[in-house]
């Protein structure tokens, strides 16, 4: 089977893009970041995944290839550029409304460190150190500060990235044993009633699919399987996850489609 017949699709996305990135925000947005790797354009859609309907669709801010994002929080999103196309290090900040949809303010000098309830902590870069600097998420304003303790960085990130990542169940692999097993490199994630079970089968030399089975837990019955990845010569991860008892899967790495259980 190519569907999951016996679950109910709720959204779908396909604008014959790479899905690059899923973020979530503290509540019930989705954040999908697409790459269209021919044209270098870089798009950002948000979805909201409690009535599953687009907030924005093919946004665009900044340089339209050398663009990502540092956080996704409430309403907000924090954009960042780069010191240098085809360089890692980020470099400049910008907040955009979803309700008001535009871009608040900016800094074009400063780099995101982390979320701390209403302040955005930043830095400039230094030769020899940081020059700590705290920007008021709502103003925009900037005021510079001492630098904040180690440990105090640490759990502040922890803490956002827990409160962005609750409810999500990403699989787990499993020990992979080859010749062993119908399916290698094989992952799980659980809900109450079922067990998601993905892996891949060789179907000729060096090339796989990669299929996404439902089992039930009760019998340990496959109820259905679906194929979410096609002649890949390459393992693809994060290609599902579960959030809240709702199953997002990413087909062919273009195609986002999210059930409910």
């Known amino acids: 089977m190519n569907i999951f017949s016996k679950l109910k699709k709720v959204y779908k996305r396909d604008a014959g893009r790479v899905i690059w990135r899923i973020l979530f925000n503290n509540h019930d947005l989705m954040l999908i970041e697409e790459r269209d790797t021919q044209k270098k354009e870089v798009f950002f859609t948000v979805a909201d995944m409690s009535s599953f309907k687009n907030v924005t669709e093919n946004l665009q801010q900044g340089e339209v290839f050398w663009t990502g994002v540092e956080c996704f929080f409430e309403e907000y999103i924090l954009f960042h550029g780069f010191a240098k196309p085809d360089m890692p290090f980020h470099k400049g900040i910008r907040l955009y409304s979803l309700k008001e949809k535009k871009v608040l303010w900016q800094h074009d000098d400063l780099v995101f460190s982390f979320l701390d309830k209403d302040t955005l902590w930043t830095y400039k870069p230094g030769f020899e150190k940081k020059e700590y600097i705290r920007v008021d998420m709502v103003t925009g304003q900037a005021i510079s500060s001492d630098e904040p303790d180690i440990t105090d960085i640490a ?73 979410i990845n096609e002649e890949t010569p390459l393992i693809i991860p994060d290609s599902w996850f579960l959030r809240n008892n709702i199953l997002y899967v990413i087909k062919d790495k273009r195609i986002l489609s999210v059930y409910t259980l």
Request: proline content about 5%; charged content about 30%.
């Open 155 to 227: 759990a502040r990130k922890a803490e956002f990235r827990e409160m962005t990542t609750r409810g999500i169940v990403a699989p787990d692999p499993e020990p992979n044993e080859p010749g062993g097993g119908e399916l290698i490199y094989a992952e799980t994630a659980e809900t109450d009633i079922y067990c998601f079970r993905s892996g891949y089968k060789g179907e000729a030399e060096g090339i796989f699919n990669q299929y996404l089975q439902m089992i039930r837990k009760s019998d340990g019955k496959v109820i259905e399987e679906m194929l």
